[in-house]
């Protein structure tokens, strides 16, 4: 019998060793495994568009396999769901543009806080908000949409609503008043195919991977192209704004700092790593992730406070 | 009873024991045993250990040694866990470790990938052919003319053994080279992107015509390093710690990242001290 439980405390020694062995460490903070059984992140997004769904798996199978444990992806259809999700702590972490960040904390201040945004190969941490219309309109810039229809993205999109409109005031134009009638489309890509049917006379839309002297090389009106549901030549982008600083992945402040640590490691590797991964999923060669704080979104969240202030006191008939 | 005590002790052995210390090797006049550095170093270097310290549950010993090729040697003994070589001092133990981290300079653009291209058509089959010849660059930043300019030197292409054409940007350049007015051209990798990636299913290669003779990184001047068979966590949990550092810890930053004007630390793949290529 002694010997049958000696055979057996062995046998448990091996296994314990043998899992050791398996590229885990075995160092202090790792017990937050015992605490999370998965790890869960939320990300905005829809189907219709295949870049998103290669993403999303390749976070899932790239994570699951550096942290050890699986990962779960929420994912919300639009901007709202992701900031309750992460205001509320449903998820662990979160990736949001700069105005979601900004709503997440005027809501729960620093009970979450950002961990990297993207640095791109010039050097530029930002993107673009642009007025688009289609080739064919008379429209040839911001000043001649006076009294004409213009399609939002989502109250909650940045470079869809926030953004532009606060640059607009500072170019003596008051969006709440100066076009014929404004409404929102929901997503980018629903933007760019309302505007295709005539819907708007003109969209906001995000751009990126570029600036407005280079061009771009992302962004909704690019991701229709390429699947070919759209030619770029029959639209015209007649106005922008930015740099918008870009998304950022935020995280729960009250998580293990080792679950953190560990996140924010493996998904920095990922360009050097993964390199072909890195822009399967979307991203720009030489592009990285760079650390930030919430001093990077300081603009963003003053945006979104005054425009909180300005609806409060019956602006924004949007 | 007795039979349960020796297992739980087992466990306690097998899952609980304390995590082993993280060995550092750094340079230094004369080489001493690891151990947790004393209050008196250089500006940061105390408050650099503590960080790693508390962010990774385990002590954290300083390992000096008088020479890089020394601290390369003792990581591929396994005698430490990371140290800072350079090209020179990696190179003897390339297949026992990898680069982990390197500083990006505040001036200084990511360690992008750089392309070097040529049509179709053109007779050169590696760098080497482009000697005397003219080649293009996509503008004047760091990005578009310091790094390509890197890039090439160090395979062989110095300043002075090309003619070198410096474009506006990276889409001028390409089309030059279409036009035949560059035989080259050395563009960051963005600036290929935003001509070459598919724009329409009808044209799936819009740079179908071009043919890229390299695509590489340039080589880093100096990484951290630690041994491949480390466990992937541990050094996901290193690039983690050591990614926002100069925002969290300034002067453990100042400490760990070694020169002047350093901005951050930056991921680096493994092969970052060598001349490799991507694919």
Redesign the interface.
């Known amino acids: 019998m002694?010997g049958r439980?000696?055979r057996?405390?062995l046998g448990?020694?091996a296994v314990?060793?043998l899992a050791g062995c398996g590229?885990?460490?075995?160092?202090?903070?790792?017990d937050w495994r015992s605490q999370f059984k998965e790890v869960k992140i939320a990300i905005s997004g829809t189907n219709d568009d295949p870049q998103l769904v290669k993403r999303r798996e390749t976070y899932k199978a790239y994570l699951g396999?550096?942290?050890?444990v699986p990962v779960r992806l929420y994912e919300s259809s639009d901007y709202n769901g992701v900031i309750q999700a992460t205001s509320s702590g449903q998820v662990d972490f979160a990736t949001l543009a700069g105005g979601g960040y900004a709503n997440v904390d005027a809501q729960v201040g620093n009970k979450v806080a950002p961990?990297?945004t993207t640095?791109?190969?010039?050097?530029e941490t930002g993107y673009y908000s642009t007025l688009v219309v289609k080739a064919d309109s008379p429209v040839r810039s911001l000043a001649d949409m006076k009294g004409r229809s213009l399609g939002y993205v989502d109250y909650n999109s940045t470079s869809g609503y926030l953004y532009p409109r606060a640059a607009m005031r500072k170019q003596g134009v008051e969006p709440d008043t100066f076009f014929g009638k404004t409404s929102f489309a929901g997503a980018h890509t629903q933007a760019v195919m309302a505007l295709a049917n005539g819907q708007f006379e003109g969209a906001i839309l995000q751009a990126s991977?570029?600036t407005p002297e280079?061009?771009f090389?992302r962004g909704p009106l690019?991701t229709l192209?390429?699947?070919?549901l759209i030619?770029?030549k029959d639209f015209r982008t007649v106005w922008s704004a930015g740099p918008i600083p870009s998304e950022v992945l935020v995280t729960r402040t009250d998580r293990p700092?080792?679950l953190?640590?560990?996140?924010?490691?493996?998904m920095?590797?990922l360009?050097?790593?993964e390199?072909?991964l890195w822009?399967d999923i979307g991203q720009?060669?030489?592009?990285?992730?760079?650390?930030?704080?919430r001093e990077h979104y300081k603009e963003i969240i003053d945006l979104r406070r005054e425009e909180l202030a300005h609806r409060r006191n019956g602006g924004g008939k949007s | 009873m007795k039979?349960l005590t020796?297992?739980a002790a087992?466990?306690v052995?097998?899952?609980g024991?304390?995590?082993p210390p993280l060995r550092v090797a750094v340079q230094a006049a004369a080489t001493a045993p690891c151990a947790k550095p004393v209050a008196g170093g250089p500006a940061g270097e105390k408050a650099y250990y503590d960080h790693l310290e508390t962010?990774?549950?385990?002590e954290v010993q300083r390992c000096a040694f008088a020479s890089r090729a020394e601290a390369a040697a003792a990581l591929a003994g396994g005698k430490v866990d990371m140290a800072r070589l350079d090209p020179a001092s990696y190179a003897p133990i390339q297949a026992q470790a990898r680069a982990?981290l390197t500083v990006r300079g505040a001036h200084d653009?990511?360690r992008?990938?750089v392309i070097v291209a040529v049509r179709n058509a053109d007779a050169a089959k590696d760098l080497a052919g482009l000697k005397g010849r003219t080649i293009g660059f996509g503008g004047a930043?760091?990005?578009?003319l310091a790094t390509p300019r890197a890039v090439l030197a160090e395979r062989g292409l110095a300043a002075g053994s090309y003619r070198e054409t410096v474009e506006p940007?990276g889409?001028t350049a390409l089309d030059a080279l279409r036009k035949g007015r560059l035989e080259a051209v050395a563009v960051?990798?963005?600036?290929?992107?935003?001509v070459c990636?598919?724009?329409?299913?009808?044209d799936p290669n819009p740079c179908g015509d071009l043919r890229v003779l390299v695509k590489a990184r340039p080589r880093a001047t100096e990484a951290l390093v630690v041994r491949t068979d480390m466990?992937?966590?541990?050094?996901?949990?290193?690039?983690?710690?050591h990614?926002?550092l100069?925002?969290e810890a300034p002067a453990a930053f100042a400490y760990a990242a070694g020169v002047p004007g350093a901005a951050?630390f930056?991921?680096?793949?493994?092969e970052?001290l060598t001349l490799a290529t991507?694919?």
């Open positions: 002694a439980a000696w057996t405390a448990t020694l314990l060793a590229g885990r460490d075995t160092s202090s903070g790792d396999k550096a942290l050890g961990l990297f640095r791109q190969a010039e050097g991977g570029g280079t061009g090389t690019r192209a390429r699947q070919g030619d770029l700092q080792a953190i640590d560990l996140v924010r490691g493996a920095a590797a360009p050097y790593d390199p072909q822009t720009l060669d030489g592009s990285a992730y760079t650390a930030v704080t | 039979r020796i297992l087992l466990a052995m097998a899952g024991a304390a995590a962010r990774l549950g385990r982990i653009a990511n992008i990938p930043s760091s990005a578009g940007d889409d960051h990798g963005a600036a290929w992107q935003r990636r598919m724009v329409s299913p009808k466990p992937l966590d541990l050094r996901y949990r290193l690039i983690g710690i990614l926002p100069h925002l951050e930056q991921p680096a793949e493994a970052a991507l694919k």
